[in-house]
Structure formats: C-alpha cells, structure tokens
C-alpha cells in the first residue's frame, strides 16, 4: 500500500509532439492529487482559472495514469453539489477546487451546504502568489483583499491559508482528518499558485487515521437504556437520517418489540417504507399517522436515533417528539444541544448500540418479556402503507391535465427501478415526494438536503452521483425556479453523458412561495415566472427533453430505455399549480412571533 502511495506522488516523463521531457520533481500539486488517489477518489469537481491552473496541470497528469481525474462544471456552487452527490454515492469524501476571488466566493452556497448537511469535502481554493499579496493583484483574495479564509472560517471544519510549500502536506493531513473526526464536513485549504507550483516531494503518509474510523460507545449510558426498556410495555421509535446502513438493526429492534416507527423527512430514505410497522414521516409534509402515533398517550418511551432535531425533522420542536418520554441516541455529541428535556442521551456508533441492545432483547425474549404495541385510532393495521389505495386516491389516481402533482409521485413509486436513486431540489418538490413518494429500498437511495435548504442542489448532486456510479438508475425532481437557477449544469450530464433522469415539476411558479403566501395569508409576491418550454431549452444544450400534459403520457414513459442511453432525457411536466402542497406546518413556523417561538426557532 505504502509503495503504491509514493507511487503516485512520482511522474513520469512528459511528451510534447514527439519531443521527450525529462522527468520531473513533483509539485505540491501533484502531492494533493497524490493523496486524493490514496483515499480512492476518483473525481475532481471544479471550474477553471488561472491561479488554480498548477493543480488542473497535475489533475491532467494523473488522469493520463488512470489517477484522479477533473470534472468541469459550469459555476462553482454546481461543483460543490456534485462534490457532495458523490460522497453520498461512493461514501469517499468529495473533492472541489476553484481559482481565487470569485471562483472561491461562488462557492461557498455549495460549501455551506455540505457543512450543514454534514458532508466530508475537501475544498481547495487558489490564492494569487505570495509576492502579490496586499498589491491589489487582479482577484486577489488574500487577508489584506477580499478574504476568502475569512468567508469560510464559518462553513468548514478545517479552514487554513498554506502559506509555505513545507505547511502543505501536514496541513492537508490535518484537513482530511477533520473531515471526518467528530461532526463531519468541509474543510478548506486555501493555497497561492506559487505554492502549488513549487517542487516538493512527500514525507510521510499516515495510513491508518489519515481517515480514522472510531467506533465508540457510552456503555453506562446503553445501560440505563436496557433498564428503561425493562420497565416499559410501549414504545415508538424516530429514526433520523444519520442512522445509515444501522437501520436494519433498528428495523430488528423494532420487530422484536413490537415497536412502531417513523421517521423524519430524510430519515425515510434508510426504511422499507412499506413494513407493516411503519407509520409515515413525522415533519415537514409528514403524516398524521405519525403525529398521532407519537401523541398516544400510552407511550411510555420515544427513541429518537440519528437525528440533528432540526426544524423540518421535528415540526418545528413540536413537543410530541421532544419530551422528558424522550431518549436521544446519536453518535454527533454535538446534535445532544437540541434534546436538554431529553430523559437519557445515548452516545455512540450507532450500529453498536443497537448490537448491544438485541443482545438484551433477545435474551429478555427468551424469558418471556413482550412488548406491546400503542393502539391506533384507526381500524386498519397500517394507515399509512399505500396512498394510492388509503390517501386522496382521486388525486393519485386523477388523469386530468395539467398532471396532479400527487399522480405525479405515484407514478414515480410504481414504475421506479428498486435501485433508482432519486435526488429531490428543495422547494414543493419536498412536499410532494416527502409525502405520497413511497418506496421499499432501505438503502439511503431517496436522497435530499434539507438542512440548509439551498435550491438547484440535486442537479448537480445527482451528476456527483451518476459520475460515481454510471450503472445506477439516478432521478432528479426539481422545480421550474430551481432549475432556472442552474439549468446550465445539465450540460455537465450531456458531456459526461450520464443518463440522468430530470423531472421539472413545470407550473410557471415558486411554487412553495407561492403557496406559503397563501396559506399564511401574506402578501402574494414574486412568485410568479414565464412560461418556458424546458424541453425544448434542453434540446437547445444537446439533451433529448419531452413535455408531459398529461397523466397518460407518463405511463407510456420507458424508464429503463431512458436510464440506458448514453445521455440525460428531461422530462418537462406540466402540473396543477392549484393544488396545495402538505406544508402547513413549515407557514406555522414561520409565522411565529419571535417572543412565542418554540426554543431554537
């Protein structure tokens, strides 16, 4: 393995029409991608420019030897989506670079993003060269100009100006570490070409924690957890996002003692939504067999897992969910801020919690302890299970035009592959798939960034994504004023030709604007966009785009033919603006009084 690193750090001879170059010494460029190649990313997601251009010079090198290779993207905030569709994809920490200035300031949506929803990112931007700073050099963005350090010191959790060759490699060292230690997310190295430039050869490489792997657990705490669970009949169960692959083992627990769950509006991605134990999505456009389940009044413990307990996870600190029945089990000591009223916080790996807690289980079963179910108001067993046949199936099943949005989502449920991965943009696109979306796969494929809430992130998270693995069926629904935010990166898919899926939810609005002034009864403003035919402006930029009227003509759709070309199809449906979106308690948060606003609001 050590041989194999070194191994990249070295170049071989250069050839410039037919004429030899002596090999050459490599540059703390080429020691970045040769570290890059170490932890096994393959993409490089940025735009060029000139500071930069040392790195792009050894980015080219390494993709001539089969190394890390440079996707261009059409702004840098789109790089920054892709860096982050990648990593949810590969689990590799994703990779971005832009030149100094502007190139680093557009960035940092993309950047702050990632930092919310706790993405690892390596992000390198260019400075001008030393002598330069505090010249006034054109771009210049050192800390005596428009300092770029400074504007990320808020959204990394490494942030640092190399300001010498021989700080470069522990520096980059202590970067990929951070990304991944405690809280993960960005770190940000802010290098001047010079320094890229400059010969270097590497010193050391730390195998072993340079991504450090620690699996720990509160012991004393699981403990006092076995004895809660010892004294109650009636449980429910939150499951969170950050659970992971661990959902399984949730999903046992929740077997075993005849727990029902919910989850929260990201948290559905890591569970067959289909299980008879399954009471829908608790939050923003969640359903009210989950607010009623967790208002039963025989519930004697709630165990929330994986969960930051933000706004839209938790209706807005509803107090259905944060209470003293509260038991917070998470492996971020940092999200335990938002559960004070908690009974018993919970740290650790999750999947070894839960390990430990189906030991207890399953000997308790073996002396006969049972658990019981909290009765629901409804007759049926499930109520929340299949819309089409229990919810508003006049709206799911409707075939009038302009298409329902709630037809729309029934459709993608029925006819998507298994192992479709479906990128959602923020806006009414949340509602509607977080809502009447429904899928079997438990394996983290439904995927959504709702943390910091940035519009036209799935177009280019999916392309991270679809880069990563370009076998795998990957669906992008967004609305029309997100995609005329960055409708530009849909190129990136033609060049790359990835045969994305885009689906434009089309009604000539911000929808979720829209609808927000209504419901609480504001001002109706700046909602309103031209009509565009999005289809025929993909066409214009080389992807095949069809219009969708009408509810018939997605059921002729061949998906699987769509997924096998050797480009993206965009998919320009036309909905029913009128129909309102299950968000009605994001209005109820935001039309609270700061003196009256629930703690953390």
């Not at 790089?79 to 190139?103: N, Q």
Request: hydrophobic share 40%; glycine share 8%.
């Amino acid at each position: 393995m050590l041989q194999a690193v070194n191994n990249a750090f070295s170049l071989p001879s250069i050839k410039t029409d037919s004429q030899s170059q002596p090999s050459i010494e490599p540059t703390g460029a080429d020691v970045i991608v040769g570290y890059l190649q170490y932890v096994g990313i393959e993409v490089v997601f940025g735009v060029p420019g000139g500071a930069i251009e040392p790195l792009l010079n050894a980015l080219a090198r390494s993709e001539r030897q089969g190394g890390p290779r440079l996707v261009v993207a059409r702004h840098e905030c789109g790089a920054a989506f892709m860096a982050d569709g990648y990593y949810r994809e590969t689990g590799k920490m994703g990779a971005v670079c832009s030149t100094t200035g502007p190139g680093a300031t557009n960035l940092l949506t993309g950047v702050a993003s990632a930092f919310v929803e706790e993405i690892p990112m390596l992000v390198i931007t260019a400075q001008t060269p030393l002598p330069k700073f505090g010249k006034g050099a054109l771009q210049e963005s050192s800390c005596t100009a428009i300092d770029t350090v400074g504007m990320f010191r808020y959204v990394t959790r490494f942030n640092t100006l190399v300001s010498h060759q021989e700080q470069l490699e522990n520096k980059l060292i202590s970067a990929i570490m951070s990304a991944h230690q405690g809280t993960r997310g960005p770190v940000h190295l802010s290098i001047p070409s010079d320094v890229l430039r400059a010969p270097m050869n590497t010193q050391r490489i730390h195998n072993d924690l340079l991504i450090p792997n620690f699996s720990v657990v509160d012991d004393l705490a699981i403990g006092r957890l076995c004895e809660k669970l010892a004294r109650v009949d009636r449980m429910v169960m939150y499951i969170g996002s950050g659970v992971g692959r661990a959902a399984r083992k949730l999903v046992e627990f929740a077997e075993l003692t005849n727990t029902p769950f919910v989850t929260s509006p990201t948290g559905k991605s890591w569970v067959d939504e289909t299980h008879p134990l399954y009471r829908g999505v608790y939050g923003f456009a969640g359903h009210d067999s989950a607010q009623q389940l967790l208002q039963q009044p025989h519930v004697e413990l709630v165990l929330a897992v994986g969960t930051a307990l933000e706004e839209l996870e938790t209706s807005g600190w509803s107090a259905d969910l944060l209470n003293h029945k509260l038991v917070h089990i998470e492996a971020c000591a940092d999200h335990f801020i938002r559960s004070p009223m908690a009974c018993l916080h919970v740290f650790g790996n999750i999947e070894l919690v839960f390990d430990r807690l189906l030991v207890q289980v399953k000997t308790a079963r073996q002396w006969g302890r049972q658990w019981q179910s909290p009765p629901m108001r409804s007759s049926k067993k499930n109520i929340y299970n299949s819309y089409v046949t229990l919810k508003e199936p006049e709206k799911c099943l409707s075939n009038e035009a302009p298409v329902k949005p709630q037809r729309l989502m029934a459709y993608l449920s029925k006819a998507l592959p298994d192992n479709a991965r479906l990128f959602v943009d923020a806006g009414n696109g949340w509602s509607w798939a977080t809502h009447y979306l429904t899928r079997s796969n438990s394996e983290g494929l439904y995927r959504v960034a709702m943390g910091y809430g940035s519009m036209t992130w799935s177009i280019g998270a999916a392309i991270g994504s679809a880069l990563a693995n370009r076998g795998a069926p990957t669906v992008c629904i967004l609305g029309d004023g997100s995609y005329l935010m960055s409708a530009q990166e849909i190129t990136v898919a033609a060049q790359q030709k990835l045969p994305i899926v885009f689906v434009v939810l089309n009604d000539a609005a911000m929808g979720m604007v829209m609808h927000g002034q209504m419901l609480g009864q504001q001002e109706s403003i700046g909602w309103q966009l031209n009509d565009v035919n999005y289809a025929a402006m993909a066409r214009a930029m080389g992807v095949d785009g069809m219009v969708i009227e009408r509810p018939q003509q997605l059921d002729l759709l061949d998906l699987d033919a769509l997924f096998a070309k050797s480009g993206p199809t965009l998919l320009d449906v036309r909905i029913d603006r009128d129909e309102v979106p299950p968000m009605g308690d994001r209005i109820k948060g935001l039309a609270q009084q700061a003196g009256s606003a629930t703690p953390g609001g």
